[in-house]
């Protein structure tokens, strides 16, 4: 995505069949913002970060389980998926979503 240039995020990834489509938005040593669609029962599988990150739904919604616990989120959810717990993503429905990943100032936590 060029910079200083205005996009409608929802828009910049279409939905492919029984496929998950990533897009980088801004990749650097510190971290990175990810687009990503999911069709129905697509997903992440379960991983264990050793960075937080957070996930904000921009269209449908999708199943989040963060150390065991599901959650729900819908269109403007967004969750922090703590550092070192095991957490997986799965479409609930077509949805799409951002994530950011910040792998620096974990001196002060």
Known sequence: MA??????LVEI???LPDAVVSK???KKLTGAVT???LDDGQGFAEKISPFDTFVQIIEGQAEV???GECRILKTGDGIVIPAH???SIKADGRFKMISTVIKSGYESD
Not at 3 to 8: G, L, M, P
């Open 3 to 8: 910079k200083a240039q205005a996009k409608v």
């Open 13 to 15: 990834l279409e939905y």
């Open 24 to 26: 980088s938005i801004i």
């Open 35 to 37: 687009v990503s669609s």
């Open 65 to 67: 389980v963060i150390n």
């Open 85 to 87: 717990k095991p957490n």
